[in-house]
């Protein structure tokens, strides 16, 4: 298109922009054609500038800066829960009872207190018979006279916003990670440069006039329509394209797990969500009069009300382990196994019924593999509750499985997802033994992610299964929300 169609499709803005960028030497930024009177809003400004630049006539660059600045002054004035703990410390001579900084850091204070006091060094625990102290180590000591690195970076931060790059990126991490203490700004200077296109656009004689782009009644009405200047229509114009949805942010983390899971050799597995209390619960060695089982924990259904179980062998196999352990060398639940509550038709309790499915049709190591899955349980709703949601399931076979690759995997997994902090400690779940729980350090306190183990010879033995089997269940909407 010539420069003369250009400018006759130009919007009086775009124009105004033009010959204000030519009178300040052919640069300018929002602020300085605002400072100069030229627009009134940097909206303004922009909005003529992106279409000036889609048209070549105008060059836009922009610098983003990213600081850090204080949100909670109250929390720097009065100190971190840190500082406070030590300086309590102190003065009782280095050394206090946990209960009696309880009394002094009311509110759950205190205990932010200690997560930190730990993370950092300043002091250790010590028991004596069922009392716990705290002890200022030697950091913790020296800490009391002098401020920490975080403390000297919030100090800067409170007289301005601090410039992301100019402080250690692990002590900004870490405080980010405490709730409302400091948040991201991010500044961006934009430049607006005239290209030789633009000049000459300029130099054709650009006039300022008034421009009407809507016909009305009242225009056409009064005859005014005889004398104004309507803006000519560019079908040919750049228009920004629109989309019209975006994937949920669920479906966005499924699938990030679900790659992470692929990349690391696993394959996927599934179930339905209707199974008998068989696959659900008898398989993996859960007692017949586990609570569990129970209305209060579990979705039963009327329609159907039961499930036959076709697999004789297998029934028996189980039925047996019950009984008295089969060929495990377990003594098993003792009692009589009762097959009409192993075929009640219920909502799945758990993910661990794909996982032991999968491994009835795939007994022989080596195997890995996964599951997204729904569950369902009779839970009372709250914040933190719902009677439907996700688990991330999987089960590695092995002939040198043991605990420590399991516990390797699953650090593996959340240092992938972004926790730097994950600790393991011990647990308990029928159908596994060793078990675990993993617990991620958020936000100044450590949050139960998931649980995992080595799957029981009562559960595997039915199903010829030779070597070890590694099993564990994460919460996914937990994952998301961190």
């Keep these: 298109m010539d420069i003369a169609s250009i400018v006759e499709g130009l919007s009086y803005n775009e124009r105004k922009l033009l010959i204000a960028l030519s ?57 971190l829960p840190e500082r406070r703990a030590i300086m309590i410390i102190d003065a009782s001579g280095g050394r206090m009872d946990m209960n009696a900084l309880s009394e002094k850091m009311p509110n759950g204070e205190d205990k932010i207190a200690v997560g930190w006091l730990k993370r950092k060094g300043l002091a250790d625990i010590a028991a004596e018979g069922e009392a716990k102290f705290l002890v200022l180590t030697d950091k913790g000591r020296s800490a009391v006279g002098s401020k920490m690195d975080d403390e000297v970076l919030l100090e800067r931060m409170r007289s301005s916003p601090l410039p992301e790059n100019d402080g250690d990126p692990k002590i900004i991490k870490d405080l980010k990670g405490r709730q409302g ?27 300022l006039k008034k421009e009407v782009t809507d016909v009305t009644d009242r225009l056409i009405q009064s005859g005014e329509w005889q004398n104004v200047q309507f803006r000519k229509y560019d079908v040919g114009t750049f228009a920004p394209s629109v989309v019209p949805a975006k994937k949920h942010p669920l479906t966005r983390l499924g699938d990030e797990i679900r790659r992470l899971f692929m990349n690391m050799g696993f394959s996927e597995m599934s179930s339905e969500y209707v199974q008998p209390a068989f696959w659900n619960l008898d398989v993996l060695f859960t007692p017949q009069d586990h609570p569990a089982r129970d209305l209060q924990d579990t979705f039963y259904l009327d329609d159907p009300g039961r499930i036959e179980l076709e697999d004789e062998a297998l029934v028996q196999k189980v039925k047996d382990i019950h009984e008295k352990g089969g060929n495990t060398g377990s003594t098993g639940w003792g009692g009589t196994w009762n097959r009409e509550k192993a075929e009640a038709a219920l909502l799945r309790t758990h993910s661990t019924v794909s996982s032991i499915r999968y491994i009835a049709e795939h007994p022989d190591a080596p195997q890995k593999a996964f599951s997204i899955s729904r569950i369902f349980r009779k839970e009372s709703i ?88 590694l099993a564990w269940g994460f919460g996914f909407e937990r994952v998301a929300m961190l």
Excluded: C
């Excluded at 009177?37 to 922009?62: N, Q, T």
């Excluded at 430049?191 to 054709?204: D, F, L, P, R, Y």
């Excluded at 009677?387 to 089960?395: N, S, V």
């Design 181 to 207: 203490l400091v948040r991201d700004k991010i500044v961006t200077e934009r430049t607006i440069t005239i290209t030789n296109g633009g000049k000459e656009a300029v130099s054709s004689g650009i006039e």
């Design 23 to 79: 009178d300040l030497k052919d640069t300018a930024s929002p602020a300085d054609l605002i400072k100069a009177g030229r627009f009134d809003l940097e909206v303004e400004v922009m909005g003529a500038a992106s279409w000036l630049e889609s048209k070549g006539l105008v060059k836009i660059e922009e610098t983003v800066k990213r600081f850090v600045e204080v949100t909670d002054e109250e929390v720097v004035k009065k100190g």
């Design 382 to 469: 709250d914040s933190t509750h719902l009677p439907e949601f996700t688990q991330i399931e999987g089960i590695v076979i092995d002939e040198n499985g043991n605990f420590d690759m399991l516990i390797s995997m699953i650090k593996e997994f959340y240092a992938r997802m972004g926790f730097d902090q994950i600790r393991i400690r011990p647990a308990y779940f029928p159908y596994t033994e060793p078990s675990l729980e993993v617990e991620v350090f958020f936000n100044g306190k450590w949050m139960e992610l998931g649980g995992a183990g080595i799957f029981r010879p009562e559960v595997v033995e039915p199903f010829g299964v030779e070597y070890p089997v």
